[in-house]
């Protein structure tokens, strides 16, 4: 069987598995989140924490929750890392310096997982499992939250109350992320996956010295790791470690958790609203882009010049051979597509524009099919903007879902779709401009330039991956990419937040003969165009200076 054909069956293979499990994953989760009763475990946890989940909270009061918890985790999360050196099960390893715990406190509670540090030097089994893979769970479950309150915007009428975020956060957490992330993780640990609590020991003798590994809790932490769209891997090849993702079957499964959430959240929205046909047209988009996306980076891994790329089979530079190009360049596109950036193979060694393609799929928002509720409220906030250029287009005031887009909607969504952008070429902007951050470059040139601009990108877009060849691990970008992890995560979220509210509060409009009917394959047509003019006009010249000036060079 050749290569090409191995990357179209498994590219098969896991359309097929997410569509099996589309319409039960998605109903349940409707169901969570519409549900009255609380189990007896939840009640626990809203005694403990001093919450009543059936007060119905305004989007100021559900924001409020949203901030409150996440700064608790970021403080929580930091002064572990800083108190590592006094604490059990540390492995020897000392305290993680202030900048460090700063970035990866926020990483992981924004949900992005940047690491600028190797896991398996610098982090013991109490931080990796109390606190990397608890935020793994929580900051997975306050994406969905927010995701479901803004659907509750649409579905709801003459009010401004969007459910209870404590409600939603133990909801998610309890009944879908640690259900199913337990067993992927007894799937893992079947396929080869370590699972351990061991500690650091030698395994053999390489070039006259020994190498050495610690164990960990690997499999539980990897499965959440992709199930919650997180990426953080317990070492720092991430997804392309053997004690990881040992196994072709176990890369596949892999890539199918980190996709089945965001894609099945659209039959969760569209039951939620009163019509599955709206799911449908928004899964639609978002397959379209992520199918489209593949078949891009499978053209320009394969179809390489030269003698050498033609033996090869593709380009196998930065790829591990027991995955080979097509199943690397599926992890590739999936990882930057939703907001996972977990890694199987370095994106730094991809093509000129297999490497612009991972660029632009986190450019595009992480909207196809994104995070795990952050995919959803992004792709709805584009849903907005594309009926409202379709009301121009007509001169009828726009709609969706029976709620009118007035001035006030479309400056939230319009604010939304800026945040991420500004942050991306303002950091890129200054750190090109001065003189210390350009030393953390490995290459000169284009490829450099992209290394930077990956680097924000990811960040500001909560993605988390890196293109590998460039030091972060310096005051500057610690920093600079700590703050682009904190606005891109919660600047936006703010501004889902206040237009549920104020969809809330409308009254629906009836449907007439001349409503955008936005279940249609035309509306899914306008979407994607809408998704793709907007997001090359904002970063295409940054991407002509990086990917695509060394892919044409190439």
Not at 19 to 35: F, R
Not at 40 to 49: D, L, P
Request: hydrophobic share 50%.
């Amino acid at each position: 069987m050749g290569p090409v054909l191995a990357g179209v069956l498994q590219l098969l293979a896991l359309i097929a598995a997410l569509a099996l499990c589309y319409v039960p994953l998605g109903n349940y989760m409707a169901k969570v989140y519409s549900s009255d009763k609380h189990w007896r475990v939840e009640k626990w946890i809203y005694k403990g924490i001093g919450a009543n989940p059936d007060t119905e909270m305004r989007w100021p009061a559900y924001l409020r929750g949203v901030l409150a918890f996440s700064a608790a985790g970021i403080l929580f999360l930091y002064l572990l890392q800083r108190l590592q050196g006094v604490l059990p099960g540390s492995l020897g390893f000392q305290a993680v310096d202030p900048d460090q715990a700063f970035n990866t406190a926020v990483s992981f509670v924004t949900n992005t997982n940047w690491q600028s540090y190797y896991g398996e030097q610098a982090m013991g089994h109490v931080v990796q499992t109390a606190g990397l893979a608890v935020q793994n769970f929580v900051s997975a479950a306050v994406g969905i939250a927010v995701a479901v309150a803004l659907v509750r915007g649409f579905a709801r009428s003459r009010t401004g109350d969007l459910g209870n975020f404590w409600a939603d956060l133990v909801r998610g957490t309890i009944r879908i992320l640690v259900p199913l992330a337990a067993i992927a993780a007894v799937v893992l640990v079947a396929l080869g996956a370590i699972q351990n609590f061991s500690g650091i020991h030698e395994v053999g003798q390489f070039m006259g010295g020994s190498q050495q590994w610690n164990g960990g809790a690997v499999a539980s932490q990897e499965a959440i790791k992709e199930l919650g769209t997180n990426g953080g891997g317990y070492f720092n090849a991430n997804s392309a470690h053997p004690f990881e993702n040992p196994t072709p079957f176990s890369n596949l499964f892999e890539i199918f958790l980190l996709l089945v959430i965001p894609f099945s959240l659209t039959r969760t929205f569209g039951v939620l609203v009163g019509s599955v046909k709206q799911g449908y047209a928004i899964l639609a988009t978002m397959g379209t882009i992520w199918v489209g996306f593949v078949a891009l980076m499978m053209w320009t891994e394969f179809a390489h010049h030269g003698p050498a790329f033609q033996i090869a089979g593709g380009a196998y530079e930065g790829k591990e051979n027991r995955f080979g190009v097509g199943a690397s360049s599926i992890f590739a596109v999936s990882t930057t597509l939703t907001s996972t950036g977990a890694v199987d193979s370095f994106h730094s060694s991809f093509t000129g524009l297999g490497g612009g393609i991972t660029m632009l799929s986190m450019m595009l928002g992480e909207i196809a099919p994104g995070g795990t509720g952050s995919g959803l409220y992004g792709i709805l906030i584009l849903a907005i903007i594309a009926v409202f250029i379709a009301g121009l287009m007509v001169g009828r005031t726009p709609e969706y879902l029976g709620k009118k887009i007035g001035s006030r909607e479309i400056k939230l969504a319009a604010i939304y779709i800026l945040i991420t952008p500004a942050l991306v070429l303002v950091f890129t902007a200054f750190a090109m401009a001065l003189p210390t951050p350009g030393n953390s470059m490995t290459n000169s040139g284009a490829h450099g330039f992209s290394e930077i601009l990956y680097a924000y990108t990811s960040a500001s877009n909560n993605n988390g991956s890196a293109f590998a060849g460039l030091n972060a691990d310096t005051q500057w970008f610690n920093t600079t990419l700590g703050l682009a992890m904190l606005f891109g995560r919660f600047l936006p979220m703010v501004f889902v937040l206040a237009l549920a509210g104020s969809l809330a509060e409308q009254k629906p409009v009836p449907v007439t003969a001349g409503t955008l009917r936005t279940e249609k394959p035309l509306f899914t047509g306008l979407l994607v165009g809408a998704i793709l003019i907007i997001t090359g006009l904002t970063y295409f010249p940054a991407l002509a200076l990086g990917p695509l000036a060394e892919g044409l060079a190439s």
